[in-house]
């Protein structure tokens, strides 16, 4: 059932993809707006995220800093989604369906960039939405350290700084 919820958390970028060929007008009239619905979607996810982690401030500020210095290097958002989400499975249904929702709700939106940026081409936009399902699903993995349990929240304010510093983006 997990793993359905990830998939659906993640077909938005797929359908944003597909969306952004029969589109392709709007998409570059509205492009100023479309860019602020991302930013405003990942502020959310973060705030989401940085009110789950708040149990130990100074180790939280720590895994935030951290985030944001690791994204200056790894800027692969999906794969901080995914940890983001992998880790609202902890919390309740109503939190977990919300970030569910944003997540998918920011890839209709990256979908569609993605799609504009490699110019329609197919074969480069497959390409990207298959590396960034398996960035996405790569956090799905910590299901084996049963010990991570425990440090969501540190997770969550790594993932948080993270996202801040994609945004700038």
Known sequence: ?????????????VIGSILAFF???ELVQGKKYFKFSKKIILLILIVLF???????????????????LI?????KV?????????????????????VLT???????????????????NKKRISKTLFVNLILFLIPVLLIFFRTVQGYDYLFFAFGAG?????IRN
């Open 1 to 13: 059932m997990n793993l359905i919820l990830i998939i659906l958390a993640f077909i938005g970028l």
């Open 23 to 25: 589109t392709k007008e």
């Open 50 to 68: 940085l009110f789950k982690a708040f149990p130990n401030y100074l180790l939280v500020l720590v895994f935030f800093i951290l985030g944001i």
């Open 71 to 75: 994204a200056v290097l790894f800027k």
């Open 78 to 98: 999906y794969f901080y989604l995914g940890l983001g989400l992998f880790f609202s499975f902890f919390y309740s249904s109503n939190f977990l369906i919300l």
């Open 102 to 120: 944003l997540i998918f709700l920011f890839g209709l939106v990256q979908g569609s960039f993605i799609s504009f940026h490699f110019g329609y």
């Open 162 to 166: 993270a996202i801040l510093n994609l």
